[in-house]
Antibody
Framework: EVQLLDSGGDLVQPGGSLRLSCAAS????????MSWVRQAPGKGLEWVSV????????YYADSVKGRFIISRDKSKNTLFLQMNRLRAEDTAVYYC??????????????WGRGTLVTVSS | EIVLTQSPGTLSVSPGDRATLSCRAS??????LAWYQQQPGQAPRLLIY???TRATGIPDRFSGSGSGTEFTLAISSLQSEDFAVYYC??????????FGQGTKVEIK
């Protein structure tokens, strides 16, 4: 059974940093690209970042480019999102998601439960 | 950049009735469209990919159709657990923006 356990969300001050983690199990981790998707309170879904299965290719939404870094550790089957220079508008539930489909023709076939990031002073 | 527009924003339906949701793309995306369901307080769940292929475990009352720029998600007989928000997602050309703004299906 595919499982994605996302964690690391917290209350952080503007300008601060936070690292999210997503522990994956039930599938061959390196076979799948992985992604982070966020949802601000009462709003829709916003794609944040993608990393290829090998980890060699990464993509970011313009809203987070230069501030967030996605990475993965294949030895631990874990996905990360390093979030720097956080802003109030980054407040959201962050979901880890596995990508299905083929390279750059991806859809989100499994989702974690989400972890809440609140940026506030 | 491709923009997805979902309509209506809110759909009021009685249990047992049929619901039809629309997703329109600003340019052709072939059949590279997925649909997701998000129940209150929960993570989204994949329902449909390839515009019309049901994901594993999805009941056959859910069906997707369309290609190019016009897509439809139909729910044939609404059950209580189907009242939720539904999102479409294009994967023909991304990044960056991939999701529609969502359609809320509420009890009439």
């Amino acid at each position: 059974e595919v499982q994605l356990l996302d964690s690391g969300g917290d209350l952080v001050q503007p300008g601060g940093s936070l690292r999210l983690s997503c522990a994956a199990s039930g599938f061959t981790f390196s076979d799948h690209a992985m992604s982070w998707v966020r949802q601000a309170p009462g709003k829709g879904l916003e794609w944040v970042s993608v990393i290829s299965g090998s980890g060699t290719s990464t993509y970011y939404a313009d809203s987070v480019k230069g501030r967030f870094i996605i990475s993965r550790d294949k030895s631990k089957n874990t996905l990360f999102l390093q979030m720097n220079r956080l802003r109030a508008e980054d407040t959201a539930v962050y979901y880890c998601a596995r990508l299905g489909g083929t390279y750059r023709y991806w859809y989100f076939d499994f989702w974690g439960r989400g972890t809440l990031v609140t940026v506030s002073s | 950049e491709i923009v997805l527009t979902q309509s209506p924003g809110t759909l009021s339906v009685s249990p047992g009735d049929r619901a039809t949701l629309s997703c329109r793309a600003s340019q052709s995306i072939g059949n590279n469209l997925a649909w997701y369901q998000q129940q209150p307080g929960q993570a989204p769940r994949l329902l449909i990919y390839g515009a019309s292929t049901r994901a594993t475990g999805i009941p056959d009352r859910f069906s997707g159709s369309g290609s190019g720029t016009e897509f439809t998600l139909a729910i044939s007989s609404l059950q209580s657990e189907d009242f939720a928000v539904y999102y479409c997602q294009q994967y023909n050309n991304w990044p960056p923006r991939v999701f529609g703004q969502g359609t809320k299906v509420e009890i009439k």
